[in-house]
């Protein structure tokens, strides 16, 4: 009963760490849970054997992970058994952080494994965000500080995975200090956890400390001076096409009639540069000329360039009979006295899995779990920078603004500021949307760099070089999503190269040679060390 009562306890603890740190990402926003929340995890699977600390962690992951995309059940055709799913493939990397973690306090001691978790941790958070085609840099524990400019600020140094380090750290010192006070507390008779040495305890602590205390000086200095550099005016049309709408043949003339009345009123701050969302026009620019010339008459009318999403497809050879077709999700730039610039054309690289193409459709038999079948695309090769008389940018298109390479690239290729254009109308009035400015928010930060978002549905918004988001599109009351408007902002064209630009992941390298190293030391010592912790089963 005890045994019972103890792994109930366990499970419970594992599974409330998860929502702890859930909250603290939006739709909550209760950011200074994250600094916390790993405690109780730690906790619980200090002195576990390791096939327990996994399977404690994956209910961690699971719990945390089945909030975060909750939203998944809002999308066509997707339902618990894909939310599910989803949650257990991801869930399974924190599982393999606790066995980690678990190996490394039974073989060497909880102090090691203490200073362990911050490089564990990063790894597999890298891992899972980019290991083969279900890479996910979602709800990365980064993401939870976006509204913190001078938090955040080492991502110009370290990436988003930077700040996932401290804030593992900062819990991990914690941790630390708990386990020693109960240890101390119970006078070492029945103590639960065995408490770190002095000087262990002490060299945690100070680590955390110092970290901390760089990041805050860095960032508050970082974000007090002043961003130089001459403006240019950028406009963003948020349509608010429903999803059911988008793709309906009787819909097509109102929604040219929606961007058309949207773009004149753009115009009228005098903009250099007009944006439209993801695949905003009805058919593709490319295949259908009633609609082209409808756009090219738009911009003559605005007097201005026009950046917009429109979905073109292509035929290719088929060992069936037939064409079969292909598509391209691309971003299109605008002449308003020359029409489309057809050199300045980008092709979607990377494709979203499940909703633009089916991975290794002739191998993997999807339609044994209910994944719909669907139309499919290709992705383009080229990251295209578009270059105007006075500024260049880069164009991501939907969730490619979630990896931080895909920004890097256009930032190395001499991108001054970088465009999101995006569709979240699929996820309805959920957290999504925001999950996805909490990202965007660190693409500006790492590069230094303006990021413009324009959402069908939003938020459509600006975010400057630090991370703040400066202005977006909105209501009278307020309301940022599922609205119609437009939004003019002045951006800085930067020319920026910051350590993380150049160097990218340097930190991610770093800490899979120390959580080898750690793992490798650990297993290598003797079962002596290892016998004297309790196992809490």
Avoid at 79 to 84: D, P, Q
Avoid at 474 to 492: A, H, P
Wanted: proline content about 5%; aromatic content about 14%.
């Amino acid at each position: 009963m005890i045994l019972f009562l103890k792994t109930l306890t366990a499970v419970a603890t594992a599974i409330v760490s998860g929502m702890f740190i859930f909250a603290a990402f939006p739709p909550f926003e209760l950011s200074f849970l994250a600094w916390v929340a790993l405690i109780p995890l730690f906790l619980t699977i200090a002195g576990k054997r390791g096939g327990h600390g996994f399977l404690l962690s994956l209910l961690y992951g699971i719990a945390f992970l089945m909030g975060i995309f909750n939203w998944i059940l809002e999308v066509p055709k997707f339902t618990y058994v894909h939310h599910a799913i989803l949650a257990l493939y991801l869930g399974s990397y924190f599982g393999f952080f606790g066995l980690a973690f678990c190996v490394v306090v039974r073989r060497w001691g909880i102090a090691p494994a203490l200073f362990a978790a911050p490089f564990l941790w990063v790894s597999l958070e890298y891992l899972r965000s980019n290991l083969g085609f279900l890479a996910l840099p979602w709800g990365l524990l980064a993401h939870s500080q976006y509204r913190h400019p001078a938090v955040i600020q080492v991502a110009s140094l370290t990436g988003a995975y930077g700040i996932s380090f401290l804030i593992v750290l900062v819990n991990s010192a914690l941790a630390g200090i708990v386990m020693s006070a109960v240890s101390r507390l119970s006078k070492g008779e029945s103590a639960f956890y065995h408490p770190l040495s002095r000087w262990s305890g002490k060299a945690l602590i100070l680590t955390a400390s110092a970290c901390i205390a760089f990041a805050l000086t860095y960032g508050y200095r970082t974000v007090s001076s002043p961003l130089m550099g001459e403006g240019i005016k950028v406009s963003v049309v948020q349509g608010n096409i429903l999803q059911k709408r988008k793709w309906d043949p009787k819909y097509a003339p109102l929604i040219m009639k929606t961007y058309a009345e949207l773009t004149e009123q753009a115009s009228k701050d005098s903009p250099d540069l007009i944006v439209w969302p993801e695949a905003a026009t009805p058919r593709a620019i490319t295949r259908d000329r009633e609609i082209y010339s409808e756009v090219r008459k738009v911009t003559a009318e605005a007097g201005t360039y026009l950046l917009l999403g429109s979905s073109q497809h292509r035929k290719f050879k088929s060992e069936e009979p037939g064409p079969k077709i292909k598509y391209l999700n691309s971003a299109f730039l605008i002449d308003p006295e020359q029409g489309m610039l057809r050199e300045q054309r980008y092709k979607k690289i990377r494709l979203l899995p499940f909703g633009e193409y089916l991975p290794h459709e002739n191998v993997i038999p999807w339609s044994f779990i209910r994944i719909p079948d669907i139309v499919g695309y290709i992705p383009g090769e080229d990251f295209t920078v578009f270059a105007l008389p006075t500024f260049r940018f880069g164009v991501t298109i939907c969730w490619e603004s979630i990896f931080p390479d895909m920004v890097r690239q256009f930032v190395n290729r001499g991108a001054q500021f970088i465009i999101n254009i995006t569709n979240e109308a699929w996820f309805g009035k959920t957290a999504a949307p925001y999950q996805f400015v909490s990202m965007s928010v660190f693409r500006a930060v790492e590069n230094r760099v303006f990021v413009v978002r324009c959402a069908n549905t939003g938020v459509s918004c600006f975010i400057d070089p630090r991370g703040r988001v400066v202005d977006r599109v909105k209501d009278s009351n307020g309301q940022d999503i599922f609205v119609r408007g437009v939004k003019c902002s002045s951006v800085v064209p930067l020319d920026s190269r910051t350590l993380y630009t150049r160097y990218g992941d340097w930190l991610v390298w770093l800490s899979f040679v120390c959580s080898l190293a750690f793992i490798l030391f650990a297993s290598l010592r003797t079962h002596k060390r290892a016998n004297s912790i309790p196992d809490h089963r």
